[in-house]
C-alpha cells in the first residue's frame, strides 16, 4: 500500500474512486484485494466495522495513478431516502445533487444518519463509484434506496458483484434488477476467489468511463499485468528450487549395514526434506504477501512452520491420487521415502574400470565422485520418487490457491489434498537428471549456466504455471 502524499506534484489529478454499499458486503475486502496487502482497513464477520473514511493510493512503479475511498457501510437507507425526500419538497428548485450537499452541511456529530453523511460527502467528491454487492444477499428494499440515492449524484457508478462463486443463480437475479436502473456495465470481483483478469476489467471499465484518465490507467493495467507475472513467475521458480534442492539431495549410506545406522540416515534424510518444503512454504508466503500472522489468522494448515499433514505421514499418497500399489508408494505411506542409489549411477551401466578408462579429465571433474564411490562400492540414500511427487504435487497445488487467493479472504485453505494436479511430462527423465547432477542441489553460477539445468527449471516451471 502506498502512503498519500498530500505534496505530490499529481495529486490533484489523480482519479478519486469511493467504495460504496451497504455494510458488511465486501468493500475494505476489495480494497485489500486490490492493494494485495491485509493490513488496510478492519475486515470482521459483522455490520459497521470500517466507521470512518479511509484512503490508499495504487500507482503504476512509483506514478500515483488512483485514490481509493473506503467508506462506512449505509446502515439506514431508508430514514436516509425519507430525510432527502423531505428536503426535496422543502427546495424544489435545487438539483439532486444539491439537495445532498445541503443534507451533508446540516448533518452534525452524533445524528442518527452522521454515518450515511459521510459516504454522501466521499460520494460527492469522486470520480467514479464501486458500489459492492454481495449476491449472496436477495435485492431488498434497502439496495433499491440506496441506488435511488446514489443514482442523484449523477457519478458513473460500476456495480460489482463480491461473492460470486457458486452463487450463478443469484447473480443472475442481481443482474435483472441493475437492469431496471439501467445499469449494465457491471463486473464480477470476488474478493475472496481472486483472479487477476477481474481486477483488469475493472481498470479497463473506469476507462471507459473517464476517458481523460484513459493513458494513465492503461500505464496502470501494463504494470500491474507485469508485476502479477513476475509474481506467479517468482512463485513457480521457487517450486522448482525445492524439487531441484530434494532430488539433488544425497546421504552417504554407512558401511554399518544394520537397522540404527539406516535408521540414523532416514531421520537426517526426512528432516532435510521436511525443512526445504517449510522453507518453500514460507518463501511463497512471502512472495504474495501472506506473513506468518495471516497464517494463524487465515487458518493455513501450518503450525509453528510445520505442514500439519506431514509429507511421510501414513496415508499422504491416497490424498495426492498416487498409486498406492507400487512398493515405492508403499514404502512413502510407511514413513520410509528412501531411494537407493549405488556408485557410478551418473555413469549409468558402465563398469567402473571401463568408466576410468574412458574418462577424460573434464567427465572426471564431473563424475569423480561417483567414479571413486563405485570403486569402494559407496553407495547413497535419497528421496525417492514418489517423495517427491507429493513435494510437487503439494506445492503446485499451493501456488495455485495462492494466486487465486483474496487478501480478505477468512476462510481455511485447504492444500492437504491435490489429486487433481498433474505432474509435468517427462517427469522422471527430469528428476533422474536432476539426482545424476547433486552439485546442483545448491544456487551457483556454474549451474545456473548450464544448459540442461535451465530447460528442466523452465519445463518444471511452465508445467506449475500451467491451469489447464
Known sequence: MNIPNPQHPQAD??????VVGHTN???????????????????????GTTRHV???????????????????????SRALFAHIKKLQAKAKSLSPTQILEQFIAQVTVNDPLE?????????????????IIDVREPFLEKYRLELEILTQVSKPIIPVFNFI????????????HLASFHMHATLEFDTVAFTFEAEKRLYQKMQTLVESHYDRLQKLIDYRAQLWNQLCLSGAKRVAGL?????CYRESKSAQNNLIAHSLVEDRLHDFVRKAEQHCLHDLLAIF???EKDVAIQKIPVSNGQWQLDIFAPGILKAYGLDLGSAAAKGAAAGAGIDLMVGGMSLGAASALGAIAGAGWSTFKRYGDEIKATVKGTQWQCADETTLQVLYLRQKHLLRKLMHRGHAAQDRLHVDKADSEKLPANWTKL???????????EPSAARNSNTQYLEIEAKLVEALLDES
Not at 25 to 45: H, N, Q, W, Y
Not at 243 to 247: D, H, L, P, R, S
Not at 431 to 441: E, F, H, I, V, Y
Open 13 to 18: 489529478s489523480l482519479l478519486n474512486i469511493a
Open 25 to 47: 458486503t465486501g468493500k475494505t475486502s476489495l480494497i485489500r484485494t486490490m492493494l494485495r496487502s491485509t493490513e488496510f482497513g478492519v475486515i470482521e464477520d459483522g455490520a
Open 54 to 76: 479511509e484512503q490508499a493510493t495504487i500507482s503504476a512503479d512509483n506514478e500515483a495513478v488512483l485514490k481509493l475511498y473506503d467508506t462506512p457501510g449505509l446502515e439506514d
Open 115 to 131: 454515518q450515511e453523511a459521510k459516504v454522501i460527502r466521499q460520494v460527492l467528491r469522486s470520480d467514479i463509484l464501486l458500489y
Open 165 to 176: 462463486a457458486g452463487h450463478d443463480r443469484e447473480l443472475a437475479k442481481w443482474r435483472e
Open 243 to 247: 524439487i531441484v534442492t530434494v532430488a
Open 289 to 291: 504477501n501472506f506473513s
Open 431 to 441: 528428476t533422474s537428471a536432476l539426482r545424476q547432477n547433486p552439485a546442483w542441489q
